[in-house]
């Protein structure tokens, strides 16, 4: 098994995937020792990075890997131990960049449920009226609370780069 492992380095890659949607195509990768064909999710992080893992090469400065002079880590980039600055690079963007895109489809829901239709349309009763406004009034609050809160994350978020 382990010569299987060593004849095919190198030869497991991407495969082109025929059943993906047209809006995103997905990324299943072929590999070969084991025979099977697996979804790029499946994988270590480093895969679905904007650099995936260059076997025998450390990803920071492109240079043979030596193994008495790097590290592997478990996202599955190579690193010399002078590159290497307590954080992947290219795992962090990657990280950083999923977390922006997921503020951002949440403020949107936020606000688009702000212009829905309200039962308050519906009723013609005065008090029931003035019930249903006082809870507007209170998901309003906790609707800026929540923005204020997510804006205060995306500033930390970003200064994520002075850690």
């Known amino acids: 098994y382990f010569q299987e492992i060593f004849h095919n380095c190198g030869r497991s890659r991407p495969k082109l995937n025929k059943k993906a949607n047209k809006k995103k195509p997905s990324e299943i990768?072929?590999?070969?020792?084991?025979?099977?064909?697996?979804?790029?999710?499946?994988?270590?992080?480093?895969?679905?990075t904007s650099y995936p893992p260059q076997p025998g090469l450390y990803d920071q400065c492109k240079l043979p890997f030596i193994n008495d002079n790097g590290t592997v880590f478990i996202c599955s980039h190579t690193y010399h131990s002078t590159c290497y600055h307590r954080r992947c690079i290219y795992c962090k963007k990657f990280y950083k960049k999923g977390v922006v895109k997921n503020i951002e489809l949440f403020l949107k829901r936020i606000e688009k449920s702000i212009n829905t239709f309200t039962l308050e349309d519906l009723v013609d009763d005065d008090n029931t009226k003035m019930e249903i406004k006082e809870r507007d009034d209170e998901n309003s609050r906790e609707i800026d609370k929540t923005l204020d809160i997510?804006?205060?994350?995306i500033i930390e978020i970003n200064q994520?780069?002075?850690?």
């Open 150 to 153: 997510l804006s205060k994350l």
């Open 160 to 163: 994520i780069e002075n850690w």
């Open 29 to 48: 990768y072929q590999l070969v020792t084991l025979g099977k064909v697996v979804d790029l999710w499946c994988l270590l992080t480093g895969y679905s």
